[in-house]
Nanobody
Framework: QVQLVESGGGLVQPGGSLRLSCVVSGRFFSISTMGWYRQAPGNERELVANITRGGRINYIDYVKGRFTISRDNAKNEVYLQMNSLKPEDTAVYYC???????????????WGKGTLVTVSS
């Protein structure tokens, strides 16, 4: 019953910016950690950034100072502002959320279908 839908991907030149958005919908009680992962061709999916309900944020070293993750709990949304993009950032970006939903009594990970970010001149 829980769905995550990403938006905001596209083609951008090196040094440009994109803002990814993800909205969580369906039947659920609460959302704990939300985050963004990415997967480039031939690579494993990796964590880019996540943010807890309490606001603790984690980034991989490669994006520190360039990417900013934020969330709006009232709207059940999480965002990833990406600045100073590099060709190496090209990947499919996936939204992730840990959600407490009936009939479960524990949090489960849910994933969006992904949005493609291509950084190229």
């Amino acid at each position: 019953q829980v769905q995550l839908v990403e938006s905001g991907g596209g083609l951008v030149q090196p040094g440009g910016s994109l803002r990814l958005s993800c909205v969580v919908s369906g039947r659920f009680f609460s959302i704990s950690t939300m985050g963004w992962y990415r997967q480039a061709p031939g690579n494993e999916r990796e964590l880019v950034a996540n943010i807890t309900r309490g606001g603790r944020i984690n980034y991989i070293d490669y994006v520190k100072g360039r990417f900013t993750i934020s969330r709006d709990n009232a709207k059940n949304e999480v965002y990833l502002q990406m600045n100073s993009l590099k060709p190496e950032d090209t990947a499919v970006y996936y939204c992730n959320a840990r959600v407490l939903s009936p009939p479960n009594y524990y949090n489960m990970d849910y994933w969006g279908k992904g949005t493609l970010v291509t950084v190229s001149s």
